[in-house]
């Protein structure tokens, strides 16, 4: 079951999402499972994110920023690459904002496979492209943006022998689910929102998928609703149609036309929930929130959950449901690091003072 060799880890040390949930995956015996023990993520609780709600709201913080390349992408990737080693590839491809092709790049090292990156052209934060570069993927940038990036490496793997990994691969929404799975496995329970970024909308996707499953197998007695926030200028399925330049800050979800759109639609009717735009200074001011008064660094898009639920908060969504008996809990999902951008960190702050090394100066300047 492992792939540690000779060396047998102790059968109780947590050995990542496939170990963890097999029963709930489509893998077999003769699966080769290559984990970089990702998922086991913390969920946090925001206390003053929660007090901006009311007294029965508890909001939870599903911090994927902790996985082992700093995003969510890897809880689907350990399945899409063990299951392409399995059936033989060689060579998986992927088109990428910058958190699939880190996270494929990676496990394709860990797997020993050929990794090949498709990116847009200059939309990529810079840790993400640093990561696809030092695991040695073969990177390649397109004049174009994310949506002519995916066409590219779709035409390629249909007609050559590399195996795609982005989230139209089936086996990537089976890992993502895993992250439901671990939100009800904490709380014992559904939460009874859930909030999170709606980029190519796989993620929405495989969270609905694993709530679903839960619930058959009757290790949940509730659905939550889904609650999916895109970027105001990158908002496809808010406004129903493809937009041909999309615009935002938050790269990662810097999307026009996403592959999983009927999903995502098919998630936020059968649970009754939404799919609502963000500016992007709605984004950075949840951003800093979060790191400032939750100590939760985070990527812009990855910000859009926070600033997707405060804006609902404002606009009365949950005014039903305030001074009620019942305690509502609300998770949030946290998408990626915040070091994944660290140029939008730099330029959202002060640059920091040069005094001369001394204790006075040091002490006047930080009003100590
Ligand atoms: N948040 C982050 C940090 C992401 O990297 C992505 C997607 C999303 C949210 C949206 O998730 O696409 O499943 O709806 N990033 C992809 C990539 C597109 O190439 O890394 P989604």
């Not at 809880?75 to 996270?103: D, H, L, Q, W, Y």
């Not at 999916?228 to 979800?253: C, D, E, H, N, R």
Request: with cysteine; aromatic share 8%; charged share 20%.
């Amino acid at each position: 079951m492992s792939n540690s060799g000779k060396f047998k880890l102790p059968n109780k040390s947590y050995k990542g999402v496939i170990d963890r949930y097999k029963k709930y995956l489509p893998i077999t015996k003769c699966t080769p499972i290559i984990s970089l023990q990702e998922g086991d993520t913390p969920l946090i609780y925001a206390e003053k994110i929660s007090s901006f709600l009311g007294k029965n709201f508890k909001v939870f913080l599903k911090y994927e920023g902790l996985n082992p390349t700093g995003s969510f992408k890897d809880r689907g990737m350990t399945m899409a690459i063990s299951k392409a080693k399995e059936e033989g590839a060689k060579a998986v491809i992927c088109a990428s904002t910058g958190n699939t092709s880190a996270s494929a790049a990676a496990f394709s090292a860990k797997g020993n496979l050929k990794c090949i990156v498709v990116i847009p052209k200059g939309a990529i934060a810079l840790g993400k492209l640093a990561q696809a570069l030092i695991h040695k993927a073969v990177v390649i940038a397109v004049k174009g943006n994310f949506d002519d990036a995916l066409s590219v490496v779709r035409e390629i793997s249909d007609n050559y022998p590399v195996k795609l990994v982005n989230s139209i691969n089936p086996y990537r929404i089976e890992g993502q689910k895993t992250a439901a799975f671990e939100i009800c496995d904490y709380l014992k329970r559904a939460p009874d929102f859930h909030c999170l970024p709606v980029g190519n909308a796989g993620n929405i996707t495989a969270y609905w998928k694993g709530y679903k499953e839960y619930y058959a197998y009757k290790k949940i007695s509730s659905l939550p609703q889904m609650l999916g926030f895109q970027a105001k200028g990158s908002a496809p399925i808010v406004k129903g149609y493809p937009i041909a330049k999309p615009k935002t800050i938050a790269t990662a979800i810097k999307i026009g036309n996403p592959a999983s759109w009927k999903q995502a639609l098919g998630a936020k009717k059968e649970s009754k929930g939404l799919i609502n735009a963000v500016s992007d200074s709605q984004i950075l001011a949840a951003y800093k929130l979060l790191t400032e008064r939750e100590g939760v660094f985070v990527e812009p898009a990855s910000a859009a959950s926070i600033a997707g639920l405060l804006a609902l908060n404002r606009d009365g969504f949950f005014n039903k449901f305030k001074n009620n008996k019942k305690e509502f809990i609300i998770t949030c999902t946290l998408t990626g690091h915040g070091l994944k951008d660290p140029q939008i960190a730099i330029k959202s702050v002060k640059t920091p003072p040069l005094v001369s090394a001394k204790a006075e100066a040091v002490v006047k300047i930080a009003k100590i």
